[in-house]
């Protein structure tokens, strides 16, 4: 009898356990496919009026609400009148706000034709009758470093259109942005210091649930670590610590916050332990021979990314040998 209630026990738990998966499954897979007639195009709504946009470049993340639209990253200069000809079948409000996480091409190409067709939401809008007291051009908001770059001159030009640049640049640790106004909800840039670059942002909506990356985390690819821009391999995975600080599980690492990253699939905590944990081993590899004094091309040689290279090598101009180079470097000068 005690051996059958012990069975019992075991296959109860064993059920609520497979119980328990079934619906994390189930959460996770909380983007719901959107049509939409821009061809090439791929709208994704991932949780109440935030969408993840990609076609564009880089990833896209869309919030709509009652007054006006919030984007982050804009996608390249090529598809600005895609990207814009999509949010405009979302809503046909202005937009207001344009967060940038990195100032890659990729992720800031789109910003001027954006501004020109958007518009700031003065501050007194719950008490107006509508948005048409804003002013010309929305918020662009980026850490300063981006500001910094985007001006920057390069040659006789900048190295973006004036309409481009960031508007409202933060530089501390973290900015708030009250675009909760009728409708929508906060939002909230954390800076991620010496990672993919120096001026990196991961952006999370509160309410909703939802981390944007930027190129912070993909799943197509290595980590980027531009070295000529201030970027780190330790600095990329205390920033892919940070998002799993942020993100809270439905069960087992699955479900619960939805990440939308710089490039690539909707995702969850638990891909982004993966990722984390695959740029920790490798970086750790690495490290150890650079403590025994080998030099570049022996590391490279000894192949520290071969496990990982038919997942992240594939389809893509980031070669594991640069990434293998840019770790060393980081390293070497640690």
């Excluded at 012990?6 to 983007?31: C, H, I, M, Y």
């Excluded at 067709?117 to 501050?123: D, F, N, T, V, Y």
């Excluded at 570049?296 to 090598?313: C, E, F, G, I, S």
């Amino acid at each position: 009898m005690k051996a059958r209630s012990l069975f019992a026990v075991a296959l109860a738990v064993a059920l609520l356990g497979s119980l328990e998966l079934a619906r994390a499954q189930t959460n996770r897979n909380t983007g719901t496919a959107v049509k939409t007639a821009v061809a090439g195009m791929h709208l994704l709504k991932v949780r109440d009026n935030v969408y993840m946009l990609t076609g564009a470049g880089g990833n896209i993340t869309v919030l709509t609400f009652t007054d006006g639209v919030l984007v982050v990253d804009t996608g390249s200069a090529a598809m600005a009148d895609k990207v814009l000809a999509v949010i405009k079948e979302l809503s046909d409000k202005p937009i207001a706000h344009v967060i940038n996480t990195s100032a890659d091409p990729d992720h800031v190409g789109g910003n001027e034709k954006l501004s020109l067709s958007g518009r700031r939401i003065p501050r007194d809008i719950i008490a107006a009758a509508d948005a048409s007291g804003g002013s010309e051009g929305p918020m662009i908001i980026a850490h300063e470093n981006v500001a910094n770059r985007m001006s920057a001159p390069s040659g006789n030009q900048p190295a973006a259109p004036l309409r481009a640049w960031p508007t409202d640049p933060y530089h501390f640790e973290y900015k708030k942005l009250s675009a909760h106004l009728r409708g929508g909800e906060p939002v909230e840039l954390f800076y991620e210091a010496a990672a993919h670059t120096d001026g990196d942002s991961i952006v999370w909506f509160r309410r909703s649930d939802i981390i944007m990356t930027g190129e912070i985390f993909t799943t197509t690819n290595y980590p980027v670590i531009d070295l000529a821009k201030g970027g780190t391999i330790n600095g990329v995975i205390k920033a892919l610590n940070h998002v799993l600080d942020l993100a809270f599980p439905f069960s087992r690492s699955e479900g619960g916050t939805m990440i939308v990253p710089g490039k690539g699939r909707l995702c969850d905590m638990a891909d982004v332990g993966y990722y984390r944990d695959m740029v920790t081993i490798i970086r750790d590899r690495v490290q150890n021979m650079v403590n025994k004094g080998m030099t570049l091309q022996q590391v490279k040689a000894a192949n520290p990314t071969l496990d990982y290279d038919p997942r992240y090598a594939a389809k893509t101009a980031w070669t594991p040998d640069m990434f293998v180079e840019a770790v060393y470097n980081t390293l070497q000068k640690k």
